[in-house]
Protein backbone atom coordinates (compact mmCIF):
# COMPACT_ATOMS: atom_id res chain seq x y z
CA UNK A 1 0.00 0.00 0.00
CA UNK A 2 1.44 3.47 -0.71
CA UNK A 3 0.34 6.01 1.78
CA UNK A 4 1.33 9.18 3.40
CA UNK A 5 1.06 10.64 6.69
CA UNK A 6 -1.83 12.67 6.63
CA UNK A 7 -1.74 16.37 4.90
CA UNK A 8 -3.48 18.11 7.72
CA UNK A 9 -1.90 16.57 11.50
CA UNK A 10 -4.77 17.95 13.34
CA UNK A 11 -6.76 15.50 15.68
CA UNK A 12 -8.29 12.71 14.38
CA UNK A 13 -12.56 12.78 14.27
CA UNK A 14 -12.80 9.59 12.41
CA UNK A 15 -10.52 6.91 13.16
CA UNK A 16 -11.35 3.03 11.53
CA UNK A 17 -8.83 0.46 13.06
CA UNK A 18 -9.12 -3.04 11.64
CA UNK A 19 -12.90 -2.74 10.52
CA UNK A 20 -14.40 -5.80 9.32
CA UNK A 21 -17.67 -6.11 7.63
CA UNK A 22 -19.34 -8.94 5.60
CA UNK A 23 -22.56 -9.68 3.83
CA UNK A 24 -22.71 -13.23 4.28
CA UNK A 25 -19.80 -14.75 2.74
CA UNK A 26 -18.66 -11.64 0.97
CA UNK A 27 -16.01 -9.20 3.46
CA UNK A 28 -16.99 -5.78 2.50
CA UNK A 29 -14.36 -4.38 4.28
CA UNK A 30 -11.36 -6.30 5.36
CA UNK A 31 -9.10 -5.12 7.89
CA UNK A 32 -9.72 -1.53 7.04
CA UNK A 33 -7.36 1.25 8.63
CA UNK A 34 -8.60 4.53 8.65
CA UNK A 35 -8.00 8.13 9.95
CA UNK A 36 -9.44 11.14 8.69
CA UNK A 37 -8.30 14.33 11.13
CA UNK A 38 -10.67 17.62 12.09
CA UNK A 39 -11.32 19.62 9.24
CA UNK A 40 -9.98 17.44 6.45
CA UNK A 41 -11.78 16.84 3.11
CA UNK A 42 -11.57 13.42 1.80
CA UNK A 43 -12.85 11.61 -1.27
CA UNK A 44 -13.44 7.88 -1.31
CA UNK A 45 -13.07 6.54 -5.11
CA UNK A 46 -13.08 3.08 -6.11
CA UNK A 47 -15.24 0.69 -8.03
CA UNK A 48 -19.06 0.03 -7.25
CA UNK A 49 -19.02 -2.44 -4.33
CA UNK A 50 -15.32 -1.24 -3.05
CA UNK A 51 -16.90 -0.66 0.08
CA UNK A 52 -17.05 2.64 -0.23
CA UNK A 53 -20.68 3.44 0.64
CA UNK A 54 -20.32 0.85 3.00
CA UNK A 55 -17.77 3.01 5.04
CA UNK A 56 -20.49 5.81 5.21
CA UNK A 57 -22.91 4.07 6.44
CA UNK A 58 -21.04 2.57 9.14
CA UNK A 59 -20.14 6.07 9.87
CA UNK A 60 -23.74 6.89 10.19
CA UNK A 61 -24.67 4.03 12.39
CA UNK A 62 -26.96 2.73 10.05
CA UNK A 63 -24.51 -0.39 9.09
CA UNK A 64 -23.47 -2.25 12.31
CA UNK A 65 -19.57 -3.40 12.00
CA UNK A 66 -18.29 -7.20 12.20
CA UNK A 67 -15.13 -6.16 13.42
CA UNK A 68 -12.97 -3.79 14.88
CA UNK A 69 -13.00 -0.16 16.17
CA UNK A 70 -14.86 2.74 15.23
CA UNK A 71 -13.80 5.94 16.86
CA UNK A 72 -15.83 9.34 16.16
CA UNK A 73 -13.49 12.11 17.80
CA UNK A 74 -11.88 9.50 19.62
CA UNK A 75 -14.59 8.15 21.34
CA UNK A 76 -15.98 4.73 19.93
CA UNK A 77 -19.30 4.49 17.74
CA UNK A 78 -20.33 0.79 17.64
CA UNK A 79 -19.03 0.04 21.34
CA UNK A 80 -19.64 1.40 24.88
CA UNK A 81 -16.13 1.48 27.87
CA UNK A 82 -16.88 -0.62 30.32
CA UNK A 83 -14.41 -1.86 32.90
CA UNK A 84 -11.69 -1.78 30.46
CA UNK A 85 -13.65 -3.58 27.87
CA UNK A 86 -15.59 -2.72 24.58
CA UNK A 87 -19.27 -3.76 24.48
CA UNK A 88 -21.84 -3.35 22.28
CA UNK A 89 -23.13 -0.28 22.09
CA UNK A 90 -27.11 0.68 23.04
CA UNK A 91 -29.30 2.64 21.14
CA UNK A 92 -28.70 5.52 23.50
CA UNK A 93 -25.42 5.56 22.94
CA UNK A 94 -26.05 5.41 19.00
CA UNK A 95 -28.25 8.51 19.38
CA UNK A 96 -25.84 10.27 21.56
CA UNK A 97 -23.01 10.05 18.97
CA UNK A 98 -25.39 10.16 15.52
CA UNK A 99 -25.47 14.43 16.74
CA UNK A 100 -21.81 14.36 15.20
CA UNK A 101 -22.61 13.21 11.69
CA UNK A 102 -24.88 14.16 8.77
CA UNK A 103 -25.20 12.31 5.36
CA UNK A 104 -26.47 13.55 2.36
CA UNK A 105 -27.60 10.01 0.23
CA UNK A 106 -27.60 9.14 -3.49
CA UNK A 107 -31.36 8.97 -3.73
CA UNK A 108 -32.36 12.31 -1.43
CA UNK A 109 -34.82 10.20 0.48
CA UNK A 110 -36.32 13.73 1.30
CA UNK A 111 -39.59 13.48 3.09
CA UNK A 112 -42.48 13.32 0.56
CA UNK A 113 -45.14 14.62 3.01
CA UNK A 114 -43.47 17.54 3.63
CA UNK A 115 -42.43 20.49 2.34
CA UNK A 116 -39.17 21.85 1.84
CA UNK A 117 -38.86 23.45 4.88
CA UNK A 118 -40.83 20.99 6.57
CA UNK A 119 -37.91 18.86 5.67
CA UNK A 120 -35.29 21.54 7.18
CA UNK A 121 -36.96 21.94 10.20
CA UNK A 122 -38.29 18.34 10.94
CA UNK A 123 -35.27 17.12 12.92
CA UNK A 124 -35.19 20.36 14.70
CA UNK A 125 -38.10 20.44 16.20
CA UNK A 126 -38.79 17.03 16.60
CA UNK A 127 -35.06 15.76 17.25
CA UNK A 128 -33.61 18.89 19.25
CA UNK A 129 -36.42 20.37 20.41
CA UNK A 130 -36.21 23.49 19.35
CA UNK A 131 -39.08 26.27 19.37
CA UNK A 132 -41.08 26.33 15.69
CA UNK A 133 -40.01 29.58 15.14
CA UNK A 134 -36.27 29.51 15.73
CA UNK A 135 -36.26 26.59 13.70
CA UNK A 136 -37.98 28.01 10.60
CA UNK A 137 -35.81 30.67 11.08
CA UNK A 138 -32.82 28.15 10.58
CA UNK A 139 -34.27 26.32 7.62
CA UNK A 140 -34.73 29.59 5.89
CA UNK A 141 -31.77 30.68 6.14
CA UNK A 142 -30.10 27.30 5.37
CA UNK A 143 -32.55 27.06 2.45
CA UNK A 144 -31.19 30.48 1.21
CA UNK A 145 -28.11 29.35 1.55
CA UNK A 146 -28.24 26.35 -0.94
CA UNK A 147 -30.10 28.92 -3.45
CA UNK A 148 -34.19 27.82 -2.39
CA UNK A 149 -35.08 30.56 -0.80
CA UNK A 150 -38.26 30.58 -3.36
CA UNK A 151 -38.53 26.71 -2.74
CA UNK A 152 -39.25 27.07 1.01
CA UNK A 153 -43.29 25.85 0.88
CA UNK A 154 -42.53 23.60 -2.64
CA UNK A 155 -43.05 19.51 -1.60
CA UNK A 156 -40.20 17.26 -2.92
CA UNK A 157 -42.38 16.20 -5.92
CA UNK A 158 -41.99 19.87 -7.14
CA UNK A 159 -38.44 20.09 -6.95
CA UNK A 160 -36.08 18.80 -9.86
CA UNK A 161 -33.36 16.48 -8.58
CA UNK A 162 -30.72 19.30 -8.25
CA UNK A 163 -33.37 20.66 -5.84
CA UNK A 164 -33.93 17.97 -3.98
CA UNK A 165 -30.34 17.10 -3.27
CA UNK A 166 -30.08 20.92 -2.26
CA UNK A 167 -32.65 20.81 0.07
CA UNK A 168 -31.43 17.69 1.90
CA UNK A 169 -28.09 18.67 2.04
CA UNK A 170 -29.81 21.68 4.22
CA UNK A 171 -31.82 19.18 6.10
CA UNK A 172 -28.29 17.72 6.93
CA UNK A 173 -26.63 20.83 7.71
CA UNK A 174 -29.89 22.19 9.80
CA UNK A 175 -28.51 19.53 13.14
CA UNK A 176 -24.74 21.55 12.40
CA UNK A 177 -23.11 17.95 12.23
CA UNK A 178 -18.86 18.45 12.48
CA UNK A 179 -19.03 15.46 9.96
CA UNK A 180 -20.78 15.79 6.85
CA UNK A 181 -20.97 12.81 4.32
CA UNK A 182 -21.89 12.34 0.52
CA UNK A 183 -22.98 9.09 -0.20
CA UNK A 184 -22.30 9.55 -4.48
CA UNK A 185 -24.86 12.62 -4.18
CA UNK A 186 -24.74 13.64 -7.47
CA UNK A 187 -25.01 10.10 -8.85
CA UNK A 188 -28.84 10.10 -9.54
CA UNK A 189 -28.81 13.51 -10.76
CA UNK A 190 -29.44 14.31 -14.99
CA UNK A 191 -25.60 15.95 -15.83
CA UNK A 192 -27.21 19.19 -16.22
CA UNK A 193 -28.04 19.46 -12.58
CA UNK A 194 -25.14 18.49 -11.46
CA UNK A 195 -22.85 21.65 -11.43
CA UNK A 196 -25.55 23.11 -9.06
CA UNK A 197 -25.30 20.53 -6.49
CA UNK A 198 -21.56 20.47 -6.41
CA UNK A 199 -21.57 24.09 -6.35
CA UNK A 200 -23.22 23.92 -2.77
CA UNK A 201 -20.64 21.35 -1.39
CA UNK A 202 -17.59 23.63 -3.17
CA UNK A 203 -18.97 26.26 -0.88
CA UNK A 204 -19.19 23.74 2.35
CA UNK A 205 -15.46 22.88 1.55
CA UNK A 206 -14.85 26.40 2.30
CA UNK A 207 -16.08 25.94 5.94
CA UNK A 208 -12.67 25.23 7.80
CA UNK A 209 -14.10 23.09 11.09
CA UNK A 210 -16.33 21.16 8.52
CA UNK A 211 -14.78 17.49 8.33
CA UNK A 212 -16.39 15.82 4.71
CA UNK A 213 -15.99 12.82 3.71
CA UNK A 214 -17.23 12.04 0.40
CA UNK A 215 -17.73 8.81 -2.06
CA UNK A 216 -17.76 10.22 -5.65
CA UNK A 217 -17.38 8.79 -9.07
CA UNK A 218 -16.68 12.89 -10.24
CA UNK A 219 -12.82 12.59 -10.26
CA UNK A 220 -12.25 16.43 -10.61
CA UNK A 221 -14.73 17.82 -8.57
CA UNK A 222 -13.00 15.61 -5.31
CA UNK A 223 -9.47 16.56 -7.02
CA UNK A 224 -10.33 20.46 -6.80
CA UNK A 225 -12.23 20.59 -3.16
CA UNK A 226 -9.80 17.28 -1.04
CA UNK A 227 -7.34 17.62 0.85
CA UNK A 228 -6.78 13.63 0.21
CA UNK A 229 -7.83 10.81 -2.06
CA UNK A 230 -8.31 7.10 -0.84
CA UNK A 231 -8.60 4.66 -3.42
CA UNK A 232 -10.63 1.50 -2.33
CA UNK A 233 -10.66 -1.66 -3.85
CA UNK A 234 -12.06 -4.75 -2.48
CA UNK A 235 -12.84 -3.11 1.20
CA UNK A 236 -9.34 -2.32 1.43
CA UNK A 237 -7.26 1.28 1.18
CA UNK A 238 -4.94 0.35 -2.15
CA UNK A 239 -3.63 3.77 -2.17
CA UNK A 240 -4.19 7.43 -0.63
CA UNK A 241 -2.58 11.01 -0.64
CA UNK A 242 -2.93 13.98 -2.26
CA UNK A 243 -5.41 14.63 -4.69
CA UNK A 244 -2.47 15.50 -7.48
CA UNK A 245 -0.36 12.86 -7.18
CA UNK A 246 -3.27 9.56 -6.74
CA UNK A 247 -5.23 11.08 -9.51
CA UNK A 248 -2.56 12.25 -11.84
CA UNK A 249 0.30 9.70 -10.85
CA UNK A 250 -1.05 7.01 -9.50
CA UNK A 251 1.39 4.10 -8.03
CA UNK A 252 -0.51 1.44 -7.65
CA UNK A 253 -1.76 -0.74 -11.10
CA UNK A 254 -5.25 -0.96 -9.86
CA UNK A 255 -5.18 2.50 -9.10
CA UNK A 256 -3.99 3.48 -12.56
CA UNK A 257 -6.32 1.28 -14.20
CA UNK A 258 -9.34 2.08 -12.38
CA UNK A 259 -8.84 5.73 -13.07
CA UNK A 260 -8.02 5.19 -17.02
CA UNK A 261 -11.60 3.17 -16.87
CA UNK A 262 -13.39 6.20 -15.03
CA UNK A 263 -11.47 9.09 -16.88
CA UNK A 264 -12.19 6.98 -20.54
CA UNK A 265 -15.93 6.72 -20.14
CA UNK B 1 -97.28 -12.70 2.11
CA UNK B 2 -98.00 -9.03 1.61
CA UNK B 3 -96.08 -5.82 2.38
CA UNK B 4 -97.99 -3.98 4.89
CA UNK B 5 -97.39 -0.32 5.89
CA UNK B 6 -98.72 0.23 8.77
CA UNK B 7 -96.93 -2.22 10.37
CA UNK B 8 -94.00 -1.55 9.06
CA UNK B 9 -94.52 2.20 10.19
CA UNK B 10 -95.38 0.67 13.39
CA UNK B 11 -91.70 -1.19 13.95
CA UNK B 12 -90.14 1.72 12.35
CA UNK B 13 -88.81 3.66 15.22
CA UNK B 14 -87.67 0.72 18.08
CA UNK B 15 -86.12 -0.21 14.95
CA UNK B 16 -84.59 3.04 14.61
CA UNK B 17 -83.42 2.92 18.00
CA UNK B 18 -81.70 -0.72 17.64
CA UNK B 19 -79.55 0.96 15.11
CA UNK B 20 -77.92 3.63 17.37
CA UNK B 21 -76.52 0.36 18.80
CA UNK B 22 -75.57 -0.76 15.90
CA UNK B 23 -73.66 2.58 14.90
CA UNK B 24 -72.41 2.53 18.27
CA UNK B 25 -70.70 -1.02 17.80
CA UNK B 26 -69.72 -0.29 14.24
CA UNK B 27 -68.00 2.96 15.18
CA UNK B 28 -66.39 1.36 18.74
CA UNK B 29 -65.46 -1.80 17.39
CA UNK B 30 -63.53 0.56 14.26
CA UNK B 31 -62.07 2.45 16.60
CA UNK B 32 -60.01 -0.13 18.46
CA UNK B 33 -59.53 -2.17 15.45
CA UNK B 34 -57.59 0.66 13.81
CA UNK B 35 -55.58 0.88 17.11
CA UNK B 36 -55.12 -2.94 17.63
CA UNK B 37 -54.29 -3.70 13.94
CA UNK B 38 -52.11 -0.91 14.17
CA UNK B 39 -50.03 -1.93 17.04
CA UNK B 40 -50.45 -5.83 15.74
CA UNK B 41 -48.49 -4.51 12.55
CA UNK B 42 -45.85 -2.95 14.60
CA UNK B 43 -45.11 -5.79 16.74
CA UNK B 44 -44.50 -7.98 13.45
CA UNK B 45 -42.12 -5.74 12.54
CA UNK B 46 -40.23 -6.20 16.04
CA UNK B 47 -36.73 -6.86 16.47
CA UNK B 48 -37.35 -9.90 18.79
CA UNK B 49 -37.76 -12.71 17.00
CA UNK B 50 -40.29 -13.97 19.89
CA UNK B 51 -42.50 -11.15 19.44
CA UNK B 52 -43.04 -11.21 15.99
CA UNK B 53 -43.80 -14.78 15.80
CA UNK B 54 -46.38 -14.66 18.54
CA UNK B 55 -47.65 -11.74 16.83
CA UNK B 56 -48.11 -13.03 13.45
CA UNK B 57 -49.35 -16.94 15.11
CA UNK B 58 -51.94 -14.71 16.73
CA UNK B 59 -53.33 -12.80 13.92
CA UNK B 60 -53.15 -15.88 11.64
CA UNK B 61 -55.18 -17.82 14.67
CA UNK B 62 -57.61 -14.95 14.78
CA UNK B 63 -58.07 -14.79 10.85
CA UNK B 64 -58.81 -18.26 10.28
CA UNK B 65 -61.51 -18.88 12.65
CA UNK B 66 -65.20 -17.46 12.49
CA UNK B 67 -65.85 -14.33 14.34
CA UNK B 68 -69.25 -15.86 15.29
CA UNK B 69 -66.84 -18.60 17.21
CA UNK B 70 -64.72 -15.70 18.71
CA UNK B 71 -68.08 -13.75 20.28
CA UNK B 72 -69.03 -16.98 21.80
CA UNK B 73 -65.69 -17.78 23.48
CA UNK B 74 -65.48 -14.07 24.74
CA UNK B 75 -69.09 -14.16 25.60
CA UNK B 76 -69.21 -17.29 27.68
CA UNK B 77 -65.68 -17.67 27.89
CA UNK B 78 -64.56 -14.55 29.84
CA UNK B 79 -66.64 -14.79 32.56
CA UNK B 80 -65.24 -18.27 33.27
CA UNK B 81 -62.02 -16.63 34.56
CA UNK B 82 -63.88 -14.01 36.12
CA UNK B 83 -64.22 -10.97 33.79
CA UNK B 84 -67.68 -10.06 33.17
CA UNK B 85 -68.78 -7.56 31.10
CA UNK B 86 -72.04 -6.30 28.99
CA UNK B 87 -73.08 -8.32 25.63
CA UNK B 88 -72.07 -4.93 23.97
CA UNK B 89 -68.88 -4.76 25.63
CA UNK B 90 -68.03 -8.32 24.43
CA UNK B 91 -69.52 -7.87 20.88
CA UNK B 92 -67.20 -4.44 20.69
CA UNK B 93 -63.61 -6.27 21.87
CA UNK B 94 -64.80 -9.74 19.49
CA UNK B 95 -65.49 -6.95 16.47
CA UNK B 96 -62.27 -5.09 17.36
CA UNK B 97 -59.89 -7.85 17.58
CA UNK B 98 -60.94 -9.87 14.82
CA UNK B 99 -61.11 -6.88 12.13
CA UNK B 100 -57.95 -5.51 13.80
CA UNK B 101 -55.95 -8.64 13.01
CA UNK B 102 -57.17 -8.48 9.08
CA UNK B 103 -56.55 -4.64 9.32
CA UNK B 104 -52.82 -5.44 10.67
CA UNK B 105 -52.20 -7.45 7.47
CA UNK B 106 -53.04 -3.83 6.14
CA UNK B 107 -50.89 -1.79 7.59
CA UNK B 108 -48.59 -3.81 7.07
CA UNK B 109 -48.28 -3.46 3.26
CA UNK B 110 -48.29 0.02 4.05
CA UNK B 111 -45.48 0.00 5.80
CA UNK B 112 -43.51 -2.23 3.69
CA UNK B 113 -43.73 0.23 0.86
CA UNK B 114 -42.26 3.32 2.29
CA UNK B 115 -38.92 2.58 0.98
CA UNK B 116 -36.09 1.84 3.41
CA UNK B 117 -34.55 5.61 2.33
CA UNK B 118 -36.97 7.02 4.39
CA UNK B 119 -35.85 5.63 7.44
CA UNK B 120 -32.64 5.94 6.98
CA UNK B 121 -32.72 9.34 6.48
CA UNK B 122 -34.42 9.70 9.38
CA UNK B 123 -32.30 7.52 11.41
CA UNK B 124 -29.39 9.99 9.77
CA UNK B 125 -31.35 12.88 11.62
CA UNK B 126 -31.49 11.02 14.41
CA UNK B 127 -34.84 10.60 14.75
CA UNK B 128 -35.43 7.97 17.89
CA UNK B 129 -37.75 5.39 16.55
CA UNK B 130 -40.70 6.07 18.28
CA UNK B 131 -40.59 9.64 16.21
CA UNK B 132 -39.59 8.11 13.24
CA UNK B 133 -42.98 6.10 13.49
CA UNK B 134 -44.90 8.58 14.17
CA UNK B 135 -43.43 11.87 12.14
CA UNK B 136 -41.76 9.98 9.02
CA UNK B 137 -43.12 6.27 8.64
CA UNK B 138 -46.90 6.79 9.67
CA UNK B 139 -47.37 9.92 7.37
CA UNK B 140 -46.36 7.55 4.39
CA UNK B 141 -47.63 4.49 4.62
CA UNK B 142 -51.09 5.75 5.79
CA UNK B 143 -52.66 7.78 3.24
CA UNK B 144 -52.38 4.94 0.52
CA UNK B 145 -53.74 2.02 2.48
CA UNK B 146 -57.00 4.25 3.24
CA UNK B 147 -59.16 2.31 0.56
CA UNK B 148 -58.53 -0.77 1.96
CA UNK B 149 -59.67 0.07 5.84
CA UNK B 150 -62.95 1.81 3.80
CA UNK B 151 -63.76 -1.84 2.98
CA UNK B 152 -62.89 -3.32 6.31
CA UNK B 153 -65.00 -0.51 7.69
CA UNK B 154 -68.23 -1.69 5.32
CA UNK B 155 -67.62 -5.17 6.16
CA UNK B 156 -67.33 -4.90 10.08
CA UNK B 157 -70.64 -2.81 10.02
CA UNK B 158 -72.13 -5.87 7.91
CA UNK B 159 -70.43 -8.09 10.98
CA UNK B 160 -72.28 -5.87 13.62
CA UNK B 161 -75.14 -7.90 12.44
CA UNK B 162 -73.32 -11.45 14.44
CA UNK B 163 -73.65 -9.38 17.73
CA UNK B 164 -77.27 -10.65 17.91
CA UNK B 165 -75.92 -14.06 18.67
CA UNK B 166 -74.48 -12.87 22.02
CA UNK B 167 -77.59 -10.96 23.17
CA UNK B 168 -76.57 -7.61 22.14
CA UNK B 169 -80.48 -6.08 21.05
CA UNK B 170 -78.78 -4.04 17.61
CA UNK B 171 -81.19 -3.96 14.11
CA UNK B 172 -81.00 -7.61 13.41
CA UNK B 173 -81.78 -9.31 16.77
CA UNK B 174 -84.58 -7.18 17.27
CA UNK B 175 -85.90 -7.69 13.81
CA UNK B 176 -85.57 -11.18 15.13
CA UNK B 177 -88.01 -10.61 18.23
CA UNK B 178 -90.34 -8.72 16.58
CA UNK B 179 -90.58 -10.94 13.72
CA UNK B 180 -91.42 -13.72 16.17
CA UNK B 181 -93.88 -11.69 18.31
CA UNK B 182 -96.15 -10.94 15.35
CA UNK B 183 -94.96 -13.95 12.35
CA UNK B 184 -94.25 -10.80 9.91
CA UNK B 185 -90.32 -10.93 9.65
CA UNK B 186 -90.89 -9.47 5.95
CA UNK B 187 -90.93 -5.60 7.21
CA UNK B 188 -88.89 -5.45 10.04
CA UNK B 189 -86.27 -7.45 7.97
CA UNK B 190 -86.75 -5.19 4.95
CA UNK B 191 -86.07 -2.12 6.88
CA UNK B 192 -82.59 -3.95 8.09
CA UNK B 193 -81.48 -4.48 4.91
CA UNK B 194 -82.54 -0.81 3.59
CA UNK B 195 -80.53 0.70 6.88
CA UNK B 196 -77.84 -1.17 5.91
CA UNK B 197 -77.59 -0.36 2.04
CA UNK B 198 -77.84 3.29 3.22
CA UNK B 199 -75.18 3.38 5.75
CA UNK B 200 -72.88 0.95 3.73
CA UNK B 201 -73.26 3.90 0.72
CA UNK B 202 -72.63 6.76 3.30
CA UNK B 203 -69.99 4.88 4.74
CA UNK B 204 -67.84 4.38 1.55
CA UNK B 205 -68.74 8.27 -0.34
CA UNK B 206 -67.39 9.42 4.11
CA UNK B 207 -64.36 7.89 3.10
CA UNK B 208 -63.81 9.02 -0.06
CA UNK B 209 -63.88 12.66 0.93
CA UNK B 210 -61.52 11.43 3.98
CA UNK B 211 -59.30 10.34 1.58
CA UNK B 212 -59.42 12.80 -1.00
CA UNK B 213 -58.30 15.22 1.62
CA UNK B 214 -55.64 13.07 2.93
CA UNK B 215 -54.47 12.79 -0.11
CA UNK B 216 -54.04 16.42 -1.38
CA UNK B 217 -52.03 16.94 2.00
CA UNK B 218 -49.51 14.68 1.08
CA UNK B 219 -48.89 15.22 -2.53
Not at chain 1, 132 to 145: D, M
Given at each position: ????????D???????????KC?????V???????????????I???????????L???????P???????I????????????S???????H????R???????????????????G????A????L?????????????????V?????LN???????????Q??????????????M????????L????V???????R?????????????????????E??????F??S???????P?????K????????S???????? | ???????????L?????????????T???F????????????????????I???????????????L???L?????????IG????????G?????????AY??EV????????????L??A????????????????????????P???????????D????????V??????????G??S????EP?????????????????G?????????R???
Open positions: MATETPIAGEPIIRFDKVRFGDHNLDQLDLVVTRGEKLAIGPSGSGKSTIRILMTLEIDGGVVEAGEPLWHLRRNGLVPADEKLRRMRHIGMVFQHFNLFPHMTALNVTALTHVKMPKKEAEERGVQLLHRGLADKSRPSQLSGGQQRVAIARALAMRPSIMFDEATSADPELGEVLNVMDLAHEHDLTMVIVTHQMGFAGICDRVSIDGRIVEEGPDRVLQPREQRTQFLRAVLDS | MIWDWEYAIDVPALAEASLVTLAAFWGFFALIIGLVLALLRRSQIWLRASTGFFVEFVRSTPLVQYLLYFGLPQITMTPFTVVIGLAVHVGISYRAGLDNVPAGQEATALNFDSYRRMMFIILPQAIPPIIALDNYLVLMFKTSLLSAIAVEMLQLAKILSEFRFLMTIVGVFFIVMSLLAASIRYVEARVGGST
